[in-house]
């Protein structure tokens, strides 16, 4: 082998182990969920307030796809950062996303032994601490996510311009904090937001309490921000035999407006590995009296989910809500967010597949 020859190989060589070497330091995952389904309600809030019949997307859980990265900076600290979008599988478009490109997540952060701090679009420790409790994990089918919505729309679940920290647990202690700027010069006040949790499990039993306070305006375009303070409680407790039981409370006051209080309580039961049936119901009541009425709601529903694999999983929902008075509580977050006053029954199977 001539010299230039050898030369150019140990190159090569040294440089494969240079990547190979960033590679054992730093990793970036590609992920997302593509969902659909078929939706049914017997009456609708549109003009004419007939059943209908839907191709829906994100039946269950929002379609999505992202990047997740991290590297290794030493000492047990790493630098991370997400990126994730939200599309429809009805038409292509953004969805569930804000209208942006990296609508529901887009932060960078760094991670170490004494916690975790995260800038960017990120979720607010009021609204994880809502998803914790609820007993159908958030599905976008008569959960509390469709009682959440309902109530302020996005305001606090996607939070922009927001910084937050996580702390280790400790002794099965875990706080979260979260401050969002408004960005709108000489008014500090606008659209800003802030937002804290503090959780506490010991073998099955978890408890979690969380707070939001938020403002209206601000720079957060398109996102919404909803002036309200919420508040919430909430207990589960997991048995050895894979049946869990929640029970919440959660407060929504919106200023100017109503202050709904949602109770809710349910299960959740792996039949088997790979059967899950669970049920919730969620009662809300306007504390506020708008329009002199007593408004209230309650809404109950059910799912099974058959897990074809680790990635791919059938599932069928039912659910039921009764509205009185002024509130307007629907049964799915795309297509029947909002229902009409009287009783509305409805049903969604699906497909949903994990990469």
Do not use: C
């Amino acid at each position: 082998m001539s010299k230039k020859l050898l030369v150019s190989a140990l190159t090569v060589a040294g440089l494969m182990g240079i990547s190979d070497a960033a590679q054992a330091q730093s990793s970036v995952t590609l992920y997302g969920i593509v969902d659909g389904s078929i939706l049914y309600t017997s009456r609708t809030a549109t003009a004419n307030g007939g059943h209908q019949f839907s191709m829906t997307d994100s039946g269950m859980t929002a379609s999505s796809f992202g990047m997740r990265g991290s590297e290794d900076l030493g000492g047990g600290m790493r630098a991370i950062f997400e990126l994730e979008n939200g599309f429809s599988v009805a038409n292509g478009q953004f969805n569930n996303s804000n209208g942006g490109m990296f609508g529901r997540q887009a932060w960078v952060g760094i991670d170490s032994k004494f916690g975790t701090v995260k800038a960017g679009v990120q979720y607010s420790p009021f609204f994880l601490a809502l998803y914790d409790m609820d007993p159908r994990a958030m599905s976008y089918f008569g959960t509390g996510l469709v009682s959440y919505l309902d109530n302020v729309l996005i305001t606090g679940l996607f939070n922009s311009n927001s910084i937050t920290y996580t702390s280790p647990e400790i002794a099965g202690l875990q706080a979260s904090g979260l401050m969002a700027l408004g960005g709108t010069a000489g008014n500090f006040q606008a659209g800003r937001q802030y937002s804290a949790s503090l959780r506490y499990h010991i073998g099955g039993f978890t408890i979690t309490g969380a707070m939001y306070n938020g403002n209206e305006g601000g720079t957060a375009v398109p996102i919404s921000t909803v002036a309200f303070v919420g508040r919430t409680l909430g207990a589960s407790y997991r048995f050895p035999n894979d049946l869990a039981i929640y029970a919440s409370y959660a407060l929504y006051k919106v200023a100017g407006s109503f202050s709904n209080s949602v109770y809710s309580g349910g299960f959740s039961y792996f039949v088997k590995p790979y059967l899950n049936v669970n049920a919730g119901v969620w009662y809300t009541h306007d504390g506020a009296h708008i329009g002199g009425e007593s408004n209230h709601s309650i809404m109950a529903s059910s799912g099974v989910q058959f897990f074809l694999s680790k990635r791919t999983t059938l599932y069928g929902q039912v659910g039921y809500v009764n509205n009185s008075g002024l509130m307007d509580t629907g049964l799915s977050v795309n297509n029947a967010l909002f229902g009409v006053r009287g009783s509305t029954v409805g049903a969604s199977l699906g497909i949903r597949h994990m990469f």
